[in-house]
Every structure is written in structure tokens, then in C-alpha cells.
């Protein structure tokens, strides 16, 4: 049976994942995500956090391609990128393509 061959440029990128899921308050918000799209102020009452950290944190994971953004109005509502949770076999899960993350509640 032959190994998968890894590139390094498959590995840089889900480094970058990893690197953007890598704090306690953004697991929270792909925690909070998984029940559907929510606005900034949605996630900082939830999470009971600043708007301006709930913003920072949104843009970090926006920037790694983690979440989606959909404008209604004068809001905008992140969502899970849909290419990461469709690819995925186990709910509340993410499949990068070179590796998976599972979160449990």
C-alpha cells in the first residue's frame, strides 16, 4: 500500500487552519457557528465577550477561510465555510483535506 504524499504547500495551509482555531474563544464561535449564521453582537452576547474581540477573532478566521460572511441589511452573519463542514463525513466536524478536526460539545 503507498503512502499519501503530503505537499508542503497542503501542509502550510492546514497549518494556517489549526493556527486560526487555536484559542479557547475561537472554538467557542465555530462551537456557537455550528447551530447556523450569526452576527458579530449575536456571538459577543452568547459568549458574553466585547463586540471588538468577538470582531477580531471573526476576522482571523475569516482571513484562514474558516467562516463565511453574508450581509442582510446593515448586518453581516457569519457562517462555517461549507466547503470544510460538506466535506466532512462526522457532524460537528471540519475536513481540511489534509487532516480533520472533530469537535465535541
Partial sequence: ???KQVSE???TKCSE????LADPLRL???RA????????SDLALLLESDISTISHHLRVMFHADLVETEREGKFIYYSLNTDFVKKSR???SFDFG????DLKS
Fill in 9 to 11: 504547500e497542503s501542509s
Fill in 98 to 101: 489534509c487532516c480533520s478536526f
Fill in 28 to 30: 467557542q464561535i465555530v
Fill in 17 to 20: 487552519y489549526l493556527k486560526a
Fill in 1 to 3: 500500500m503507498a503512502k
Fill in 33 to 40: 457557528l455550528q447551530n447556523g449564521p450569526m452576527s458579530v
Fill in 90 to 92: 462526522i457532524p460537528h
